[in-house]
């Protein structure tokens, strides 16, 4: 495992998907970021939030019962000052435009590699430091 990232990020990866959250987990503890949890749908993801202090979001775009573009509306509504990675096997421009129109900072079409994940992380995680 590398060096630990900067603790102050709190991740939560948000998939109906039970393979993807747990790849996507693996990836980012690997990288050594604090994943605080994750969740199957957008109403457990809410809740993580809101108990877990997580600051950065991995949210899937379909999920059973609210989509992730809602849960990401919510989110930012909510004023919690998440950012946002919205992933999808739907790669289509008009997913990718809702998705950084419902406050998503980035899109990453499935399946991704996992150097294409840590590199939106690593964007973000910049970003936030420069605030």
């Known amino acids: 495992m590398s060096n630990q990232k900067n603790q102050d ?13 747990k790849s ?3 990836i980012l503890e690997n990288e050594g970021y604090n994943v605080v949890g994750s969740a199957g749908s957008a ?11 997580a600051n950065v979001f991995i949210i899937d775009v379909i999920m059973p ?9 919510l989110l ?14 739907l ?7 809702e998705s950084i129109s419902s406050g998503a900072l980035d899109f990453l079409p499935k399946p991704f590699l996992p150097e294409d994940l840590i590199k939106a992380v690593d964007k973000i ?3 936030r430091e420069k605030d």
């Open 9 to 21: 990020i709190r991740i939560a990866v948000v998939d109906d998907s039970e393979f993807s959250r």
């Open 24 to 26: 996507i987990v693996e």
């Open 43 to 53: 109403e457990e993801g809410i809740t993580l939030g809101a108990t877990s202090g």
């Open 65 to 73: 019962d609210r989509s992730g573009l809602e849960m990401a509306k």
């Open 76 to 89: 930012n509504e909510k004023s919690m000052g998440a950012s946002i990675i919205m992933v999808s096997s």
């Open 91 to 97: 790669n289509m421009e008009s997913i990718v435009i």
């Open 125 to 127: 995680v910049a970003e």
